[in-house]
C-alpha cells in the first residue's frame, strides 16, 4: 500500500491533497484485490464441493445395486459430518498458526476468524478438501461396511487424521511446507511440492481406504474357492460416466484454485504475467494428465482383455488426476503427458497385485488414490521446473527444483520423505481404527445382510425395482449378476416388512 502511494501521489503533483487522493484509490484497488481473491476461492470451493456430486454417482455406479442407497447416504454423510468436525477442530489443527511444526493450535470452532492471512472462504475451501479424503476412503470398504464405522472413521479422518497431515504441508508453520514462514528452514532447503495434495489428500484417503480393505477382508463372492478373482461389476456404467465428468469438472476447482488468490503479478505491472497465467498453465496440465491416462489405460486394457472397458478408462483418467495434482502448478505441459501416461501403468500394475494378494476395493480407490498419489509426488520431485517453482513460492532465491531438470536431487529426497511419513501416520491411526471396530464388531455387517443387500436389511428398502436373475432372458439358463427390471403391475406398499424381504 505505502508503494503504490508513494509511486501514485507525484502523478497527482498538481492536485490539492495529492498524497491523500493517491491514498484513497490504491485503497480502492486494494478492497477490488480482496474481493477478486476472495471470489475466485470461493467460486474454486463450489467447484471442489461439487466433486462430492461426482464421488456418490461413481461410487453408485460402482458398486451392485442391492448396496445403492447405502453408499449413496454415506457420500452426504463424509460432507456433513465432515463439515462439523473440520469446523470444530480441523481446521485448527491445519491452519491454527502461530503453532508448532506438527499441529495447529487456534481457530477452534472459527474463533477469531477472520484474520488478514484465513477468511471464512478459507476454511469453506479446505472443508471441501477434508471431505474430499474421506469420500476416498469410502470407496475402498464399500458393500460391507456397518453404517455406525462410516461415521466414526469419517469424523475421525477429517477432525484430526487429515488436517494434521495438511498441517506438516500446507501450514505456514509446518515442518515440511514449501510456503513455510519466512526465517524458519525448510526440509532439505526445498521443502515438499505437494501444491493440491496427491499426498495430502489421496495418499491419506487411499491409506486409510487401504486398511479399512484389508481387515474387513473381501467382499462374500469376490474371489471364488480356488482363490480366483471374481468380477463383482457395479450395476451402472452410466452413473460411473456421470461421476467422472463431474469429478473432471470439479478439479477445475481442486488443482488450479489451489493458488487462493489470482490477482498477483509476476512481472511489471501491465504484463501479461502473473498469477492469472499459472492458474491458465494447471488447468491444462491437469487436463493433458488425465486425458493422456484415459488414452494409456484404453489401449493398454484393449492389450490384456482384448475389450475396450468405459469403466477401466474412466478409473484411468481419474488415475492421471489424482498424480499431477502435486505437480500442476509447477510443471510444463508436455511433462503432464509423462505424468498421465505413467499414472495409467501404475494403476494397472497395482490392480493386478491387488487380484494376486486378494485384496478387495469395489471403487480401485486404494491403487487409485494412493499408488498413484505417490507416482504424483515423485513425479514433481523429478519435473519441477525452475521458474515455476520460483513464482508459485517466492522469496526463497537458490531451492532446488526438478531432478531431470537440472535442480539436484533435495526436492527428491523431500518428497520420498513426505510418502514415508504419510503412509506412517496414516497407518498409525486409521489402521488401529478400524482394527477396534472390527474387535468390537462394529465394522463388517453380517454374512446375511450383506448377500441379501444393505439397501434392504438396514435402510428400509431397494433403490431400484430389480432381479438378482432373469433366466428367460437367456433361454431359460441362469446367469450370474443381476439386471434391472420394471415392475410388470405397479407396487403398492405392504404393511409387513419381513412379506417384503421373502418376495424379493
Known amino acids: 500500500m505505502s508503494s503504490c502511494t508513494s509511486d501514485l501521489a507525484p502523478l497527482l503533483g498538481g492536485v490539492a491533497n495529492s498524497s491523500a487522493a493517491a491514498d484513497y484509490i490504491c485503497n480502492q484497488f486494494t478492497d477490488a484485490g480482496f474481493a477478486i481473491d476472495t471470489t475466485y476461492l470461493l467460486f474454486s470451493a463450489y467447484l471442489v464441493f461439487a466433486m462430492q456430486l461426482g464421488f456418490a454417482m461413481l461410487c453408485a455406479g460402482s458398486v451392485r445395486a442391492k448396496n445403492t442407497?447405502?453408499?449413496?447416504?454415506?457420500?452426504?454423510?463424509?460432507?456433513?459430518?465432515?463439515?462439523?468436525?473440520?469446523?470444530l477442530f480441523g481446521f485448527a489443527f491445519a491452519f491454527g498458526g502461530p503453532s508448532n511444526g506438527f499441529i495447529g493450535k487456534h481457530f477452534f470452532?472459527?474463533?477469531?476468524?477472520?484474520?488478514?492471512s484465513f477468511d471464512y472462504s478459507n476454511f469453506l475451501y479446505q472443508w471441501a478438501f477434508a471431505i474430499a479424503a474421506?469420500?476416498?476412503?469410502?470407496?475402498?470398504?464399500?458393500?460391507?461396511?456397518?453404517?455406525?464405522?462410516?461415521?466414526?472413521?469419517?469424523?475421525?479422518?477429517?477432525?484430526?487424521?487429515?488436517?494434521?497431515?495438511?498441517?506438516?504441508?500446507?501450514?505456514?508453520?509446518?515442518?515440511?511446507?514449501?510456503?513455510?514462514?519466512?526465517?524458519?528452514?525448510?526440509?532439505?532447503?526445498?521443502?515438499?511440492?505437494?501444491?493440491?495434495?496427491?499426498?495430502?489428500?489421496?495418499?491419506?484417503g487411499g491409506i486409510a481406504g487401504l486398511w479399512g480393505a484389508i481387515i474387513e477382508g473381501p467382499r462374500i463372492g469376490r474371489f471364488d474357492h480356488a482363490g480366483r478373482s471374481v468380477n463383482l461389476r457395479g450395476h451402472s456404467a452410466t452413473l460411473v460416466v456421470l461421476g467422472t465428468f463431474l469429478l473432471w469438472f470439479g478439479w477445475y476447482g481442486f488443482n488450479p484454485g489451489s493458488f487462493n488468490i489470482i490477482f498477483r503479478t509476476y512481472g511489471p505491472s501491465g504484463s501479461i504475467h502473473g498469477q492469472w497465467s499459472a492458474v491458465g498453465r494447471t488447468a491444462v496440465t491437469t487436463t493433458l494428465a488425465g486425458c493422456t491416462a484415459a488414452l494409456t489405460t484404453l489401449f493398454g486394457k484393449r492389450l490384456q482383455t482384448g475389450h475396450w472397458n468405459v469403466?477401466?478408462?474412466?478409473?484411468?483418467?481419474?488415475?492421471?488426476?489424482?498424480?499431477?495434482?502435486?505437480?500442476?502448478?509447477?510443471?510444463?505441459?508436455?511433462?503432464?503427458?509423462?505424468?498421465?501416461?505413467?499414472?495409467?501403468w501404475v494403476l494397472i500394475g497395482l490392480n493386478k497385485l491387488a487380484a494376486k494378494f486378494k485384496f478387495d476395493d469395489p471403487l480401485e480407490a486404494a491403487q487409485l488414490h494412493g499408488g498413484c498419489g505417490a507416482w504424483g509426488i515423485i513425479f514433481t520431485a523429478l519435473f519441477a521446473r525452475e521458474k515455476y517453482v520460483n513464482e508459485v513460492y517466492p522469496g526463497r532465491p537458490g531451492r532446488p527444483y526438478g531432478l531431470f531438470m537440472g535442480g539436484g536431487g533435495r526436492l527428491l529426497g523431500a518428497h520420498i520423505v513426505q510418502?514415508?511419513?504419510?503412509?506412517?501416520?496414516?497407518?498409525?491411526?486409521?489402521?488401529?481404527?478400524?482394527?477396534?471396530?472390527?474387535?468390537?464388531?462394529?465394522l463388517r455387517i453380517s454374512a446375511e445382510d450383506e448377500l441379501a443387500g444393505m439397501d434392504l436389511t438396514r435402510h428400509g428398502g431397494f433403490a431400484y425395482d430389480y432381479h438378482d436373475e432373469d433366466p428367460s432372458a437367456h433361454g431359460g439358463s441362469p446367469r450370474g449378476g443381476f439386471m434391472l427390471?420394471?415392475?410388470?403391475?405397479?407396487?403398492?406398499?405392504?404393511?409387513?416388512q419381513t412379506a417384503t424381504a421373502n418376495q424379493v
Open 134 to 204: 474421506a469420500g476416498i476412503t469410502s470407496g475402498s470398504i464399500a458393500e460391507r461396511t456397518q453404517f455406525v464405522a462410516y461415521l466414526i472413521y469419517s469424523s475421525f479422518l477429517t477432525g484430526f487424521v487429515y488436517p494434521v497431515v495438511s498441517h506438516w504441508f500446507w501450514s505456514g508453520d509446518g515442518w515440511a511446507a514449501a510456503a513455510r514462514n519466512a526465517g524458519e528452514s525448510l526440509l532439505f532447503e526445498s521443502g515438499v511440492i505437494d501444491f493440491a495434495g496427491s499426498g495430502v489428500v489421496h495418499m491419506v
Open 485 to 496: 427390471k420394471s415392475s410388470p403391475t405397479p407396487v403398492k406398499p405392504k404393511a409387513n
Open 311 to 344: 469403466l477401466d478408462v474412466c478409473n484411468g483418467l481419474l488415475g492421471g488426476f489424482a498424480a499431477i495434482t502435486s505437480g500442476c502448478s509447477v510443471v510444463d505441459p508436455w511433462a503432464a503427458i509423462v505424468c498421465g501416461f505413467v499414472s495409467a
Open 109 to 116: 470452532g472459527l474463533k477469531e476468524v477472520p484474520q488478514p
Open 69 to 87: 442407497m447405502n453408499i449413496m447416504l454415506t457420500n452426504v454423510l463424509d460432507a456433513a459430518a465432515g463439515g462439523l468436525f473440520y469446523y
Open 419 to 442: 510418502i514415508l511419513v504419510i503412509t506412517g501416520w496414516v497407518s498409525c491411526t486409521m489402521g488401529p481404527l478400524f482394527f477396534a471396530l472390527h474387535k468390537l464388531n462394529l
